[in-house]
């Protein structure tokens, strides 16, 4: 951003950082499609949960998210469980999004899973059907200054100076 055009937009109050903060973002569910080891039934998993920033600020960059990021604080399982309903994704025939024994650990840990028997699906082969991916169902997620505390892949992409439009 030229200078010039930075001190402008300071001086008219139209310069903001972090615009994205507090606001609902429109995102969507990027899958893959597996074979269930377990069933053998196709199933669809949540790679990645993508906030399609640009539609909110045009021209700003996207933001991706994992499942697993909502696993490192406490409070973070019940709002990613809360952004993913089952029946949602049972729709689009993505599996349950959920704690599940892994046998790793000695607590559940969130994970995909088949959509018709609900086994696990390790995170090991989360990329393995990397060819299959693509967009699925959208969700709307709030950025809340304290779920951008422990997202620190979004906040690395929010926190930037902006030029509010109109
Ligand atoms: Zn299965």
Redesign the pocket.
Known sequence: MPFTEFVAGALGGRLKFAPAIGLTIPATIWTTEKF??????E?KIVNFIRLNLNQAFPGHPHADVTIYDFDEWPEGRAILLKLLPKDLLASHNI?EVKPRFGGWSSRPQISN???????LHSMMHDLDDIDTLAPGPEIQLNLESNLLQQLEDIRNVIDRWWFEQG
């Open positions: 269930c080891y377990k069933c053998g039934c199933t599996g899973g088949c959509a018709h028997c609900g086994s």
